[in-house]
């Protein structure tokens, strides 16, 4: 999360969407008076002291602190009469629900986790599906989370999250966009392609899943796709041929 005085705006860092490069791009624009929170990975966060991005500031807010957190801590007296949230501009990442979970799924199987996936994605999303039930979010529920209040969207605008970041892309666009209301002195979306901050955990392989999977994303990330108008990928990704799992 960044909170940029000069600029005037609250970045929403939600999980697997770019978000640590993004961080870095707006990075460029942060002074010793903002609020930057820690990342979680030591090398990352040496990437962005290497750049004097530091974090800063930042009290109990942490990585991917929610809309509600940030309530909380602006309750603090130095902030409590500069009406920083209703003010500020606040913008996130948003990802198509389907390539959000695979890009999870091969986050958690190959970064060293010690409870990786099996390498049935299916019953990967299965699981997810059990363990909701009891009350487990999901990379989908977390994202939500972060991004609104009362189950409606609490940012001005987001950007829609793409493997294509390049020039033409919607990704692209979005970015521009932003970085002309915001009027930072140099384009968000070339700085943001510029940048890349992880290991590339996705396995480069084609990645189908079965109808039930697919109905499962759909549902849980309904709330989201109602305010967006997001499309579920089911002609990238569902494969009806795919028995469900028992």
């Not at 005037?8 to 010793?32: C, N, P, Q, R, Y």
């Not at 929610?66 to 996130?92: C, G």
Request: glycine share 4%; charged share 30%.
């Amino acid at each position: 999360m960044i909170i940029n005085h000069k600029y005037k705006f609250i970045f929403f860092k939600s999980k697997k969407v770019g978000g640590t490069s993004m961080e870095l791009a707006l990075g460029k624009f942060t002074t010793d008076s903002d609020i930057v929170t820690r990342i979680v990975s030591e090398e990352e966060e040496a990437l962005r002291d290497n750049l004097g991005i530091n974090n800063k500031n930042a009290g109990s807010l942490v990585n991917h602190s929610t809309a509600a957190d940030l309530l909380k801590f602006l309750e603090a007296p130095q902030y409590r009469d500069k009406d920083i949230f209703n003010s500020y501009f606040k913008f996130t990442i948003i990802r198509e629900p389907v390539d959000l979970f695979v890009s999870k799924y091969f986050f958690q199987k190959n970064s060293g986790s010690k409870n990786p996936p099996s390498d049935n994605i299916n019953e990967w999303v299965k699981l997810l599906k059990k363990r909701r039930l009891f009350g487990k979010k999901n990379v989908s529920d977390e994202n939500w989370n972060i991004y609104s209040l009362d189950n409606k969207l609490i940012t001005d605008d987001y950007i829609t999250y793409s493997k294509d970041s390049g020039p033409g892309s919607k990704m692209y666009e979005d970015c521009s966009r932003i970085s002309e209301k915001l009027n930072f002195p140099e384009n968000l979306a070339d700085l943001f392609f510029n940048t890349r901050a992880k290991t590339q955990y996705r396995e480069k392989v084609k990645v189908t899943l079965s109808k039930e999977s697919i109905d499962f994303i759909e549902e849980v990330s309904k709330p989201e796709r109602e305010v967006t108008g997001m499309k579920i990928a089911r002609e990238e990704y569902e494969d009806s041929s795919i028995r469900p799992l028992i």
